[in-house]
């Protein structure tokens, strides 16, 4: 069986905390962080990396264009 | 021992041809002034995607207005003309005029397309100019400090009706992009939201049918984005953006107007 894995990077000084794309994870990939940027905004990181399936709704929804998504196909045996 | 075998796999995925989306190349390095999780963001960057799609980005003109996205000429990396209060559709029009073979679009939010600006955008869509109109309709005035707008609702508060907007006294709420599909010039007429990425990508659809019809030269294209303004509604972005399907959405129904 085949499955997906993704991975997103998000850049940290540009996130403004919104959590819009915390809403928008339909596996609950993604958290605020405890920290803050440098502009003292909690942003967002990979709570779950495991869950990630690189659909790239996170993305669809960033006002700030913050989020890169990969995706990748495994094989799992 | 774990975290290794975890960076592994992060490098194993992080590679160009597993990319599936990154910041289009149309935006600048700038980033945004707009508060957190204003729907001005997700507009800016499907458009700068949609131009980087059909490789327009040398023939785009884009005429930005004011209120907060009066500094949007920052954030896309295409020529721009800054218009005065309201007038972005009588800019376009000569913009349009000048070189027809380019792609001329405005951008407008609700206190400048449907209040100071009422008498250029009805006359544009009117007589037709070949333009599209990019409607932020988020019932406020968000730049000055959250007054009554035009289409502000029924009942909502804002700081120049804090007890909610009365018809009686405030008059009624103004649907333009209704007004705007009688009229013979407009060639595409949609409402669209910004709140989900189902409907980013529906909006995004949306703008691209209005490029193409830029260039078979059908008309006025009206797209209006139902928006949120969550400071000057004094609500956190997620919340602001289930108040807007709750309450914008039964007045402002999604969905095209005219499609021709």
């Known amino acids: ?77 | 021992m774990e975290e290794n075998s975890m960076a592994e796999v992060f490098n194993d995925i992080k590679k160009p041809e597993n990319l599936v989306y990154s910041k289009s190349k149309v935006l600048t390095d700038n980033v945004m002034h707009y508060c957190p999780g204003c729907s001005h963001g997700v507009v800016h960057r499907i458009l700068a995607e949609v131009i980087e799609e059909l490789g327009v980005q040398d023939k785009t003109i884009g005429v930005a207005p004011v209120g907060c996205s009066v500094l949007m000429y920052n954030y896309i990396d295409i020529d721009w003309q800054e218009a005065a209060h309201g007038r972005a559709p009588a800019v376009g029009t000569a913009i349009n005029r000048l070189w027809p073979e380019k792609i001329v679009f405005t951008y407008q939010g609700d206190g400048d397309l449907a209040a100071i600006g009422t008498a250029e955008t009805i006359h544009a869509c009117n007589r037709g100019e070949n333009m599209i109109m990019l409607f932020i309709n988020n019932g406020i005035y968000g730049m000055t400090g959250g007054q009554m707008a035009p289409t502000t609702l029924k009942g909502m508060k804002s700081s120049t009706c804090p007890f909610g907007r009365e018809p009686a006294q405030d008059g009624n709420p103004l649907k333009i992009t209704e007004l705007l599909a009688q009229l013979p010039g407009t060639s595409l007429v949609t409402r669209q939201a910004v709140h989900t990425p189902a409907a980013v990508r529906k909006t995004k659809k949306a703008l691209l049918k209005a490029f193409e019809n830029q260039k078979q030269k059908k008309g006025t294209s009206v797209i209006e984005v139902v928006s949120t303004c969550n400071s000057g509604w004094k609500m956190t972005p997620v919340e602001s953006n289930k108040w807007m399907a709750e309450n914008m959405f039964p007045f402002y129904p999604l969905g095209d107007f005219k499609d021709e």
């Open chain 1, 1 to 77: 069986m085949a499955k997906m894995i993704g991975l997103i990077e998000v850049d940290i000084e540009t996130c403004k905390g919104c959590s819009l794309c915390v809403e928008a994870c339909p596996t609950s990939v993604i958290e605020l962080a405890e920290e803050v940027n440098g502009k003292g905004y909690n942003y967002a990181y990979m709570e779950n990396p495991d869950a990630c399936i690189g659909c790239a709704n996170c993305s669809m929804v960033c006002p700030d264009s913050c989020i890169t998504v990969y995706r990748k196909k495994v094989e799992m045996v």
